[in-house]
Each structure stands twice: as C-alpha cells, then as structure tokens.
C-alpha cells in the first residue's frame, strides 16, 4: 500500500491524533484505553447502524416489492374471482335459459297433446270441459269460463268452467255477454300481444305499460302483482276473423301479471281450442245437414211423387164426368124422342150430378191456388156452428143411406155461437164429413161431434175406415197429397181437400190434426177459438191503406224518369247484398235475359266507374270516347249519348240510374245531367221509402204470424194442471231468491217455450216408446223453430237462452247443446222441471195421468240425471204444497191438453217412419 494511502486510512489517523494528543496531555492509560474503547464502540455503532439503516433499506425494498407482488396477485386473483363468477353467472344463465326452452318444449309438447285430444272431442260439452281443464293446467289460471257465441241467443253464453263454485256457476249461466259488451271488452287500449288485460271495474291498463316486455324475464314486469280486479280476456278468433267465443282467466298460480312467454303460451292453446270448437260445430252442422239432407230428400221424393202423379190424376177427375156429361148429352141430343120421360129424367140427373162433380174439381183448385196467394181477410160473424151441422145434417143422411153407414151426430147444446166465415166453416165441414164416407166402408160409422171445450169449439168426425198409415199422418194436409197417388187407386181426388181444410182453420186461428182410432178408422179434431170482438177506434188518417204493391210502384217511378227525359232505355241498378257487382233491379227498354243476367263489377263500365267514384258520367258520344269504345254494343244504343248518375243516401252509394236512346234521337246533353241529377235525390228517397215499407211489411206480417202461433186457441174453464206447476216454478224460483230481471224472462218462457211444436207432426207426439233418428230429429228442432216464432216479439237474451235450453239434462245428455249441471240456466232447469211434471199429472194417449206421489217418485228419481238435484226438491215441495188442489183438478176429469196443442206448421207436414 502506499503511504498516501496508508495515512489516510482512518485508524492510522486515530493512532496519530491519539498519540499527539498523549503527547500533549498526560492523561491516565486507564482513561485513554476507556477513550479508545468508547471512540471504538461508538465507531463500530456508526458503522453498525449504518449497515442495520442500510439493511433495513435494503429490506423495506424487498417488502415494498413483495407488498407489490402481493397487491399484483390480489388483482389478478380478484379477476379471476370476476371472471368466475361471470362464468357462473352466464353458466346460470345459460342454464335457466335452457331450462326455460325445456319448459316451454314441455308446455308445447303437452299442448299439442292436449290439441290431439281435443280434436278427438265431438261432444260440445265435453270438449268445452277439456279445454277449460287445459287453461288451468297450462295457463296456470285457478279459475277460467269458457264463453261461445250463440246464434240462436244471440250472445256469449257461459258454456265452461274451471276453479268455479257451483253458485258462481248458476249465476254465471244464467248471465249472457251482448256484442256490444265484449267489444268494451276487447278494446284496443287493453291490448295485451292478442289478448287482452282489462279491470273488472271497467278501467283499462294503459297502453305504454307493457310496451318493454319481451322473452326475457323483466322485474319490473314480472314483479306486478295480480290483482282482484284483473281478468285477462283471450279471443277464440279463427282463421277467417270470426270470433267464436272467449276464455275469461282469473287468479294466475303464481299471483303475477303473466310474461310475454306465458301469454304466447296460451295464445297457442286457444288457437288449437278454436280449431277443435270450430271443427266439432263443423261436424255438428254436418251431422244435422245430413239428417235434414235425408229427410228433405224423402220430402223431394214425395213431391217428385206427387208431382208425377197429379196430371194424371186431375186429367183422370176431369175426364172422367166430362166423359160422362158428353155421352149422356149426346144420347139425350140423338135419341130424345125415343127416350121416356124416366130415361131422360135419369140422363139429366147424372148430368147434373157429373156437372156438380166437375165444379167441385174446378172450385177446390181455384181454391188451393187462392190459399196459395194468401187468402182476402175473412169476412167474419157470428156463426152458429150447431146450426151448421144441423143444415148439412140430412145430405149427410141421404149419402149414409146409400152405403148402409150409420151417421151420429152429437151436439154439447142447442147452439154454439163462435165468429167465423160461414161459407169457409160450411166448406170445412162438408169435406171433413165427406172423407169420413168416401174412405169408410160399407155398414160402417161416421160420428160428428161438436161441443164446447173451455173458450173453443171442438168438432170431431170419426169413421171405421181404413184410416190412415202412421207414417203419413204427417203428409195428408199437403196440397196435392194423397195416400194412394196412383191413377188406378180405388177412391177418387186430387188431394185437396184435407189441404183446403187445413187452410181454412188456419185463417180462423185455429188446430187441425189427425189420429187412427183403434181398431180401425181416423178421427179428425178441429179446436176453434171463441173470442170476444174487438172495438177499435178509428181515427181518419187510420183509413188509409196503400194500394199500390211494390211491383208497380216500381214502374210508376221507371216510367216518371222514362217521360220526365223522355228516354227508351233506363236503367236501375243496386248493388248486392255483399256489395260484389251491380244488379239490375228494374230496367225500360232491356231484353229480359240482360235484366236477370246483367252483374256489374265496380269500376267496370260506365255504370261500375259512376259506383266507383259516386260521380255522374255524360258521355256524349260512345263511339268516340276513347273510354268506353269496347262498352259500345249497337242494338242497345240508337243516339251515341249515355247519361249515368250516382244514388246517394247518407254518403253510401244505394244504385245507379242509367239512361240513354232519346225518343226524339237527339243526345243527351248537360240539360239532361242537370235534371237527372236534380231528380236522383227524389228517387234516392223513393227507394228508401220503398226498402223501410217493405221491411215494415215484413215485420208486421212476423209479428202477425207470431201473435196467431203464440195465442192459445183456448183456455180451459177452469184452473188446470199446467196452470199450477207453472205457479209451483215461479215459487221456487222466488224462494230461490231470482230478482224480476230473471223472473220475468222465466214467466214468459213458462207462457211460450214450447211454441215451435207446431213443426212436430201430431203422431210423433202421440207415439209411444223410444223414437228413431228422424224422428228425433224433428222433435229436437222443435226449439229452434220456437226460437224463429218468437223472434218477432223480440223476446231478449235470457227469454231466448231459456226457450233453448229448457231441454238440457243435468248430466249432458240433453239437447241442443249438450250442457251439463250448473251450465245449464237456473231458469231453463226449472222450466224442465216444470214440463215433466206437468206431463206426469196429464194423461197421455198411450198411458193415464200419474197419480202425484207416482209423479213426485218419478222426478226424484231422475234428480241428478234429467233434473238440478239443488233444485228438484224445492220445486217438489211447492208442488207438495200445491197437493190439494192438483188432486182436485185431477179428480175432476181428464186434463184437456189439446187446447195446449199448438198448430200444425208446414215444415210439420213431412213423411215420418214408424
């Protein structure tokens, strides 16, 4: 080392201070050496403490940078715990996702099962059970009411139900939803995707609440709870548009408004419910069209038949005295001197009798073709029918004493006043009378009755002829008819005379019917009514009666525009019903084949562009008019010009008026716009006029029509059976607490539900024991012809839904629409109840009244089956209550039913097999 070096390291320079400073100080050793010892320690703390800062520099490096590397493990691992759990999340998601599309795989899997089974249902009620079954499985609805439009009610009805008590049942049966009401209902503000969210208290959801629904779960939405005022309605909507019905759904499982998905759901399942509803009414109408398809095709036959047969048999009738009234003429012209006195006097008898045959011939068909048209207003007064008898009394004799027949005539009194027309009642008897001998045999019996049944008239008249086949009693009032059709039969006719007779107690509001007596012969019944006159008075303006019929009113106002324009051809035409085409409704100067042919598109033509644009078209000349060239057809067009002008009403195009061929040749020019256009709101009113008249016509001819099938022919003198089962319903059903709004209906119905029996042909009500298919057939159309009678008298809603039903049993096997239980109207099933008892008490032709405990044994026996067991017992305690009086009116004699027969209608009148 060198001594630089060497002299500046430091102990050398401490040994050179110390030794300097020894030098010049004594100081002790012991003192020095503590010196030295201290400057050492302190030198080696320096160095110590300088290493131990060093160290811990050196050390808090290290921790910062593990402190780093720790904090750098801490983000990495907390992303890893973000991406974990992101993972999870989307993991979780991704499987709720797929749970969800197994869920709805599963729904949609059941709902095409449950669609199969559904299509498998031909039954109405119990495919409308199945389908409300079905909500409440797949819907997730506690409760549900399957709605169905009914044409025949003219309403939604309640036909199915779900999670409801049977006194919500009742009552909801009994209530009917109008058009008008599911169109507030359905209204646009609560849509909700293809249903609809609606407030029972009538206030609808807003628009906007559910605009951000989707596939996803949203707890905004799905957190809104159910509440008691929500009802969610879903359209059975097919795929033409027609609404057939509606599900109302109540109370969802879960308590929660449902998602966009649920609804889908059951927007899927309706479909297929509609389908299946529509399908089963498809079969429904099939299976009826083919039952009246094979009746009408034995009717057709019949017809066909008569059809065939009528020539020859009116060619036969007339023939036959004109043969004999020629021949013996021409023997009295060519041997009139030879003949004696007797001779002639016989001649001259058979001519006359001939003669009078020929007349009756000629009178019946004038009179059929009068009863055809509509006979003139009868000229009615008082006609004592007794007397009526008595006149024709002794030719009745003189024809039995021919023939060896026995004639009883037996009158209730001395005279029997009722307002008719004399002459029409004399026709009636004398044929009545004269088929009972023409058809009876030789030594046998006619007997004529003739008495008083409560306020009507009856008259009788039975033989012990050969009577009538069962399966044509339904036949024999037809025009033309007649049992044995063929030109070889054994009885001469033209088959009018039951037809005539049929028409003239029709007019006098009468009953006419027809039964075989045992053990041979027929019986006819005839049932007048006895009704006071009525006074009126009469006003001047009362008087007047239009005398003009609408199809020559019509000409006049063709014939006004023709001479007004003075113009060959004109033209009215009026669109269709479905607004297709034009056709032509009259026309002046058209051959016939193109007023019945002519169809007219809009917009096609002349005529078509004026429907099309409601404006008035003058073409001057056709053949100029690059327009119309192809519309020009010579023969129709001797002046070019061609005038057509709209016939507005309210904005609504009514027709078009056409008019061309000035009889002057001249064209038609903007003068004759001017006045065709000045004329068109005057004919415009005309037309409207017109279509209110006739319209009013034909309800006032309904109503008429209606009034004489409702009113009863009679009444008995006395209180009857029916009288106070009908009061015993109306008791129970106030014991059952019904408000007027309901009972009302209910004693209308009592009154006229079983109207439409005049289409039932008098010998099926007779039959005993089961009936055949037809048969039925007939029998169960009775309620719906009930329903077209009525119609008139605008009976409402739930008159019509009790007229309807009255024939449903409780447990489905009723008819016309299968329903069961509380489904069925509380009014109907007590209107059924009161039927059956009303019939037990009665006697029938095959079998005697029931005795009341026998009638009472009877419907306990069927509650449950045929009757509400909720309701048969306190109907049958008012009737109970009621026993006195019904074994008083039962002991008093026979129940007349007949005056409750109602009349015979045309569509009654067709071939039934026994």
């Known amino acids: 080392m060198t001594p630089i070096l060497a002299a500046t390291r430091p102990e050398t320079l401490l040994q050179g201070a110390l030794t300097g400073a020894l030098g010049a100080v004594s100081v002790p050793a012991t003192v020095v050496v503590l010196l030295v010892i201290l400057t050492g320690v302190s030198v080696?703390?320096?160095?110590?403490?300088?290493?131990a800062a060093a160290t811990r520099r050196s050390g808090d490096a290290k921790v910062w940078a593990l402190e780093q590397q720790l904090q750098g493990l801490r983000g990495l691992a907390a992303d890893a715990e973000r991406d974990r759990e992101e993972m999870a999340e989307v993991l979780g998601l991704q499987k709720r996702k797929t749970e969800a599309l197994?869920?709805?795989?599963?729904?949609?899997?059941?709902?095409?099962?449950?669609?199969?089974?559904?299509?498998?249902?031909?039954?109405?009620?119990?495919?409308?059970?199945?389908?409300?079954?079905?909500?409440?499985?797949?819907?997730?609805?506690?409760?549900?009411?399957?709605?169905?439009?009914?044409?025949?009610t003219r309403a939604y009805e309640a036909r199915g139900f779900a999670g409801i008590s049977s006194l919500s049942k009742s009552q909801l049966a009994g209530m009917q939803v109008s058009g008008e009401e599911f169109a507030q209902l359905t209204d646009p503000r609560f849509r909700y995707s293809n249903c609809f969210l609606v407030l029972q208290d009538s206030r609808g959801i807003g628009d906007g609440l559910f605009a951000d629904l989707d596939d996803s779960p949203v707890p905004g939405i799905m957190a809104r709870d159910w509440s008691a005022a929500h009802l969610l309605i879903a359209p059975l909507t097919t795929a033409t548009g027609e609404t057939l019905g509606y599900l109302s759904l109540d109370?969802?499982?879960?308590?929660?408004?449902?998602?966009m998905v649920e609804i889908r759901q059951l927007e899927f399942l309706v479909y297929q419910a509609t389908i299946a509803l529509e399908s089963a009414a498809v079969y429904d109408r099939l299976a009826s069209n083919n039952a009246e398809l094979s009746l009408a095709s034995e009717k057709l036959n019949s017809l066909a038949d008569m059809k065939t047969n009528f020539v020859a048999n009116v060619s036969h009738e007339l023939r036959t005295p004109l043969t004999s009234i020629s021949a013996y003429a021409e023997l009295l012209q060519s041997q009139m001197g030879s003949l004696s006195e007797e001779a002639r006097g016989e001649f001259l008898k058979v001519i006359h009798n001939e003669s009078l045959k020929l007349t009756g011939i000629i009178n019946d068909i004038l009179d059929i073709?009068?009863?055809?048209?509509?006979?003139?207003?009868?000229?009615r007064e008082e006609a004592d029918i007794v007397s009526l008898v008595r006149h024709l009394e002794e030719s009745w004799r003189s024809r039995a004493l021919e023939r060896d027949i026995t004639l009883e005539v037996r009158a209730g009194a001395e005279s029997i006043v009722l307002p008719g027309d004399k002459t029409l009642l004399n026709q009636l008897l004398t044929k009545l009378v004269g088929n009972a001998f023409k058809f009876n045999r030789d030594g046998g019996r006619v007997t004529i009755t003739v008495e008083e049944t409560g306020t009507a008239v009856r008259m009788t008249v039975e033989d012990t002829g050969i009577g009538i086949p069962e399966d044509k009693l339904g036949q024999i009032f037809e025009s033309f008819y007649q049992v044995d059709g063929s030109a070889t039969r054994e009885h001469n006719g033209q088959g009018l005379g039951l037809a005539i007779c049929h028409d003239?107690?029709?007019?006098?509001?009468?009953?006419?019917?027809?039964?075989?007596?045992?053990?041979?012969?027929?019986?006819?019944?005839?049932?007048?009514?006895?009704?006071?006159?009525?006074?009126?008075?009469i006003q001047p303006g009362d008087r007047y009666v239009a005398n003009l019929d609408p199809g020559e009113f019509v000409q006049r106002m063709m014939h006004w525009i023709s001479e007004s324009l003075g113009a060959q051809v004109v033209t009215l035409m009026q669109p269709d019903a479905g607004d297709d085409y034009l056709q032509i409704k009259a026309a002046i100067g058209l051959p016939e084949s193109v007023v019945q042919s002519a169809r007219i598109r809009k917009g096609s033509g002349v005529a078509g562009k004026v429907w099309a644009t409601g404006r008035t078209i003058l073409v001057e000349d056709l053949t100029r008019d690059q327009r119309f060239l192809h519309e020009v057809n010579e023969p129709r067009y001797s002046t070019p010009s061609l005038l057509c002008v709209p016939l507005v009403r309210d904005r609504d195009l009514i027709g078009v008026l056409a008019v061309n061929n000035r009889q002057d040749g001249r064209p038609l020019d903007d003068d004759d716009r001017l006045l065709l256009e000045a004329m068109a709101p005057r004919l415009t009113r005309m037309l409207t006029v017109m279509d209110t008249w006739q319209g009013s016509a034909r309800e006032f001819g309904a109503l008429g029509e209606t009034l004489r099938s409702v009113t009863p022919v009679g009444r008995p003198g006395r209180e009857s059976i029916l009288d106070v089962c009908r009061e015993a319903c109306l008791a129970t059903a106030r014991r059952l607490m019904l408000p007027d709004e309901d009972l009302q209906p209910l004693a209308f119905t009592l009154e006229f539900h079983d109207v439409g029996m005049r289409a039932v042909p008098p010998q099926l009500l007779n039959r005993p024991g089961p009936l055949d298919d037809p048969a039925r057939l007939l029998v169960r159309q009775h309620v719906e012809?009930?329903?077209?009678?009525?119609?008139?008298?605008?009976?409402?809603?739930?008159?019509?839904?009790?007229?309807?039903?009255?024939?449903?049993?409780?447990?489905?096997?009723?008819?016309?629409?299968?329903?069961?239980?509380?489904?069925?109207?509380?009014?109907?099933?007590?209107?059924?109840?009161?039927?059956?008892?009303?019939?037990?008490?009665?006697?029938?032709?095959?079998?005697?009244?029931?005795?009341?405990?026998?009638?009472?044994?009877?419907?306990?026996?069927?509650?449950?089956?045929?009757?509400?067991?909720?309701?048969?017992?306190?109907?049958?305690?008012?009737?109970?209550?009621?026993?006195?009086?019904?074994?008083?009116?039962?002991?008093?004699?026979?129940?007349?039913?007949?005056?409750?027969?109602?009349?015979?209608?045309?569509?009654?009148?067709?071939?039934?097999?026994?």
């Not at 109370?251 to 998602?259: F, H, Q, R, V, Y």
């Not at 073709?369 to 000229?379: A, K, V």
């Not at 009525?790 to 809603?797: N, Q, S, V």
């Open 44 to 51: 080696w703390g320096v160095m110590m403490a300088r290493r």
């Open 102 to 152: 197994r869920s709805r795989s599963r729904i949609l899997e059941k709902i095409l099962a449950i669609s199969a089974r559904f299509n498998a249902t031909r039954n109405m009620g119990e495919l409308v059970d199945k389908i409300t079954a079905a909500v409440e499985e797949v819907g997730g609805f506690r409760k549900s009411v399957l709605y169905l439009w009914s044409d025949k």
């Open 251 to 259: 109370e969802p499982a879960d308590g929660l408004i449902p998602g």
């Open 369 to 379: 073709g009068e009863m055809e048209n509509g006979r003139p207003r009868l000229h």
């Open 504 to 537: 003239i107690v029709t007019h006098h509001d009468g009953r006419i019917w027809a039964e075989n007596l045992q053990p041979q012969g027929a019986r006819f019944t005839v049932l007048l009514p006895r009704r006071p006159a009525v006074l009126q008075s």
């Open 785 to 914: 012809v009930g329903l077209e009678i009525l119609a008139p008298l605008d009976p409402g809603p739930r008159a019509r839904q009790l007229v309807l039903h009255h024939h449903e049993n409780f447990d489905g096997t009723g008819y016309p629409a299968g329903l069961a239980g509380e489904a069925i109207p509380l009014g109907a099933r007590l209107l059924r109840l009161t039927d059956t008892m009303a019939a037990l008490l009665c006697p029938r032709p095959w079998r005697p009244a029931l005795s009341l405990d026998e009638a009472l044994a009877e419907v306990r026996k069927g509650s449950g089956s045929a009757y509400c067991p909720r309701l048969t017992e306190p109907f049958l305690r008012e009737i109970e209550e009621r026993r006195d009086r019904i074994l008083s009116l039962q002991a008093f004699g026979e129940e007349d039913m007949a005056l409750h027969r109602p009349a015979l209608d045309r569509r009654g009148m067709i071939p039934i097999r026994p």
